[in-house]
């Protein structure tokens, strides 16, 4: 597999979007946050979605140098018309909005509609922390997760992701989808000729399968919980409706829906405590965790965001590696824009 | 088993919080919530709680008469000190608190320490559904959670509540444990000598059991997830920091952590969409689900709080049966009281 520094993939990264139209801002915010997604090591968020972004400009679904326009406000809450730009931009105005409402006001509530891709939850929820504010977000897709005792797909992966301030400690960073997989890690199964674990998947009958196959000749993820699967499917509905309902965005079950349904929200700490007490508290839940004793085959206990802070550190040491496939498509993408990367 | 009418159960319920000194409207409140859990069918919240309840006033622990007071106050937000009277009691009027701020300022949070078992979230997150409003609630408690990959209990079963106003559909209420199971249901296999199924707790030694009685021997329930553990334990953490740290309750791994830490939140609708859109979409969604088709072994698809919708139909038919041990429980503590039940 090729191996590539981050800055290099954000250059190449800057140069297609730039070359497809994008605005300078466009362009830079989402390499960045494309080779963010690489470093963490989620590369199913990083440049291998360069390809789709392009076609999606050209298929007129992203709008080139669109603004997201308020719809409807007030001091405590914002509804945002992401006019189909770039959902790293909208993403980015709403959680902007959302803290500057939280500064003031304690808690804010924003949602966004009519809005593209918007990546990694983290990146947003990330910012509410950088200003010392609690950040809780969620999206929506389109369907692809059964409901538990169900066999059509009728949900989104629902990710939600909080992040919270924390003191000397490692990042508390949580961003999870509530099936019990993504869709990307059944396809690099599915590339690697490798089985499913039990319980990722069911075929278009509805039965349990590990075959990757399955999922894309009609079958489903299900939601987390397994015996519990309502639970995962509860939280599933939930953020179908504070992403798809509250954002007006629509729901993963309706036809021709795309893009992402936003929720997000920023909660100022200082309105409960003061905030170096709230990081030596957080820190202390942390050591308390990592101190704790792991079970049987593991080394140690992980906090969230842990793994993919590691990774970073890695990556920005050893370099990105990408899939031979996942390179060839971004060359073949600059190619088509006429340049030679 | 004995079967009771759910007058004669909160009758003999306000009696003895009445002989054991509580207020009329704290015994009926109590009462009230506590015989809606068994109609609900979720018995481990119900009268059952009746003797624990009264050794905790005379231990001291919980305080008759207490009011809650506000300790920390903003427009958007307020932050209780329990006093340790009632959770129930203190559970409504943060709920209550949290709506009559998200009602002027669309978005609220409102947390408690100093607070006994509340009880039931959904019946908190209601609150908010009959006013209109999106109700969101967490609590932690005490510890019995191992975290992903570790063997310790760290955590508590951290529940979380989302409620969601409906048109002419079932109600929407999700009430769930981010533990695979309560503990309550590993006692009831216990009780009834039955093995657990795989995957909900670990031994002293943390390994996979499943034996009821290695829980109460050392052992520890596990996070929603399996194989994605890691999911369930992130947002235990996320719940134990909202309603542990955010609340100043205190983290369920803290020695001497008793009671639940509160963290309860109202959304405003109308800030976003008009109230009737939201609950013809949400009616929508629910229609939906219902009418896709179910997996093999699966008669229909439930949405949350439909289980608890039926058995309340049935049992407020049928009557609520007790097990007999914990209606002669009931009695033996109504008898101390000087009441004949």
Sequence with gaps: ???????????????????????????????ELLVKANLAGQDSHGVMRIPSYIRGI??????????????????FSALLNGNWGFGQVIG???????????????????????????????????MAVKEDMIGIAAVNSNKIVAPYGGKERMLSTGPISYAF???????????????????????????????LPHGWI????????????DLYEGGALLPIGGD???????????????????????????????????????INI???LPIDKFKQEID???????????????????????PEFRMEQMRLMDGIPLPERTWMEIVETAKKLGLDV
Excluded: W
Excluded at 2 to 27: C, D, H, V, Y
Excluded at 176 to 189: L, P
Excluded at 294 to 305: K, R, S, V, Y
């Design 1 to 31: 597999m090729p191996l590539f520094r981050a800055e290099e993939l954000r250059m190449i990264s800057f140069k297609i979007f730039k070359a497809a139209g994008a605005t300078n801002e466009e362009a830079q915010l989402v390499s």
């Design 58 to 75: 050209q298929r007129g679904e992203l709008i080139l140098g669109a603004e997201a326009e308020v719809v409807r406000e007030t001091s």
């Design 92 to 126: 980015k105005k709403a959680m902007e909005t959302a803290i500057e409402k939280a500064k003031r006001h304690t808690v804010s509530v924003v949602c966004a509609f009519n809005c593209n891709h918007v990546g990694r939850l983290s990146d947003y929820t990330m």
């Design 165 to 195: 301030p924390t003191g000397k400690e490692a990042l508390f960073i949580l961003d999870i989808s509530t099936s019990i997989s993504a869709e990307g890690r059944v396809r690099v199964k599915l590339h690697k000729g490798e089985k």
């Design 202 to 213: 069911i075929n278009k009958n509805g039965n349990p399968s590990n075959d990757p196959k």
């Design 228 to 266: 519990a699967g309502y639970k995962g499917f509860g939280l599933g509905l939930a953020i179908d409706i504070l992403s798809g309902i509250l954002s007006r965005a629509g729901c993963a079950y309706e036809e021709n829906k795309r893009g992402n349904g936003v929720f997000m929200e920023a």
């Design 270 to 272: 200082e309105s409960f």
């Design 284 to 306: 202390g839940l942390i050591r308390a965790m990592k101190n704790s004793k792991p079970q049987p085959g593991f080394n140690e206990i992980l906090i969230p965001g842990e």
